[in-house]
């Protein structure tokens, strides 16, 4: 039984709060308590700041990450590889990627994995703007880097089939470091640039 409050702005705080990931209602209630302890000009400055979040990030034309710009930073950044592109599943995995310290090339951001169980399929995801990048020229490398699970394998394998028209692009995905069932934001970063170092052709995985 959910825990009633004599307060409506209390009630509303913790059913506001509770809506975030990972946070229940006794969680809620001690943030809502916290912030009312603490002086308004700091309840305020967190109010502002997830206003001006929202309203402030709006997501790159190119590669589908968080930017307060058309094109991300690192889509502008003159000095990575434009030749090799990352596919990732989410911002999470952009900013792990970036935290190896391993990779110089650009991303792409799917916004997901194919998952019919959950009714996304391929073109509720950044697909079929991969593919117009890669029509576009000036790409020779596609990483898939998705997690290591069966919606990832089975988003990996239909983008494969989907470039495998491209007979000069050169398709390869992590070595398998990245433990079976792991989604790549709870990988270690030495695993997942060692992981990225050591990629493979993607038609490797099934040629034998």
């Known amino acids: 039984m959910e825990q009633e409050f004599q307060s409506p702005l209390l009630e509303r705080a913790v059913t506001e709060l509770s809506r975030l990931p990972g946070v229940g209602r006794k969680t809620a209630l001690r943030l809502a308590l ?17 206003i001006d979040l929202r309203n402030g990030i709006t997501y790159c034309k ?3 990450n968080i930017s307060e710009s058309a094109t991300c930073a690192i889509c502008g950044d003159q000095r990575r590889d434009a030749t090799t592109v990352c596919v990732v599943e989410t911002v999470k995995d952009v ?3 970036e935290n190896t310290g391993q990779y110089r090339g650009l991303y792409h951001v799917l916004g997901g994995v194919i998952s019919p169980m ?7 995801l950044e697909i079929a703007s991969l593919i117009e990048r890669v029509e576009a020229g000036g790409v020779d490398e596609v990483i898939l880097a998705l997690s290591a699970t069966m919606e990832g ?10 470039l495998s028209g491209f007979p000069d692009l050169k398709i390869t995905q992590l070595a ?4 079976v069932g792991n989604e790549i934001e709870y990988t270690d970063e030495i695993t997942l640039g060692r992981s990225l170092i050591n ?7 099934f040629a034998k």
């Open 153 to 162: 394998d089975t988003t990996n394998y239909y983008i494969y089939r989907q």
């Open 95 to 97: 900013m792990s990627f």
């Open 118 to 124: 959950d009714g996304v399929g391929p073109d509720s």
């Open 199 to 205: 990629r493979t052709l993607f038609s490797d995985s």
């Open 34 to 50: 916290h912030l009312l302890r603490q002086p308004s000009e700091r309840a305020l400055s967190l109010g502002n700041s997830i």
């Open 62 to 64: 190119v590669c589908h």
């Open 176 to 179: 398998r470091g990245v433990s």
